[in-house]
């Protein structure tokens, strides 16, 4: 009877071990807005998400030595994703900021651009301060729709909210705003399109705190495990210039944070 049991356990071990080992490799599922987001995501004519973030990501999961997959979730419904389940990390140029680190953790910062104001280059009016009277248009959910709520609250603009960036830009190129506030990077791509010629930047948004700390990559509260191999992978493609190539590949300047 003795050696049933400890055969039993042995075998019961095993078992566990494979099935941990077999659950270990299952791929990471990286989640990505749905809507694209150029040049940080976006398909390919070849129908496949690609992009300065796809790219970074893949990266990343292999100084990690781990697969992964990406996994194409609305905006607005990307961190009940990850707290769900559903996503293993969300890499989509999501700002750390104190609101979101009270219910998703994040790795280290990876990239860090300013918000810009868009409009059409007869707009004359300096901004901020001419924004008084005028339309605005923000992506809900973002850094720069925080910043518009806090820094501008004192102004006499009507800022409107948008689910997908790109219908903030269509709004703009149809005359139904008169400025938007977005990413400066996605901006810098945005005033190069054929149909958004007459447009361009004119001007940045200052530093604030609605802005947060850079980029980071969101993880699920306590899952330190994949937070420090993120973190040390995040070293990893710093120290070896991919950041950077990658950056200067997709926005002709270097975006990077780097620890050193």
Known sequence: ?????????????????????????????????????????YTSSNGEWTGFEVELANAICDAMQRECEITPTGWSGIIPSLKSGRIDMIMNSMSITEARQRVIDFSS?????????????????????????????VQSATTNATFARRALR?????????????QVNRDLLAGRLDVILADEIAMREFV????????????????????????GIGVRKDDDALTDSLNTAI??????????????????????????
């Open 109 to 137: 910062p990876y990239y860090f651009t300013p918000g810009a104001y868009v409009a059409a280059t007869d707009f004359t009016d300096e901004l901020p301060e001419g924004l008084d009277g005028k339309v605005l248009g």
């Open 192 to 215: 190069e399109r054929d149909e958004a010629d007459g447009f361009e930047i004119k001007a940045t948004a200052p530093h604030h705190a609605a802005y947060g700390e850079g980029v």
């Open 154 to 166: 004192d102004q006499d603009v009507d800022v409107r909210l948008y689910d997908q960036a790109e």
């Open 1 to 41: 009877m003795k050696l049933h049991l400890l055969t039993a356990t042995v075998l019961t071990t095993a078992l566990t071990s494979i099935t941990f080992s077999a659950q270990a490799e299952e791929p990471l599922r990286i989640g990505i807005s749905a809507e694209p987001y150029p040049p940080f995501t």
């Open 235 to 260: 070293a990893q493609i710093n120290a070896d210039g991919t950041c950077s190539s990658l950056s200067e590949q997709y926005f002709g300047t270097d975006v990077c944070i780097s620890d050193e």
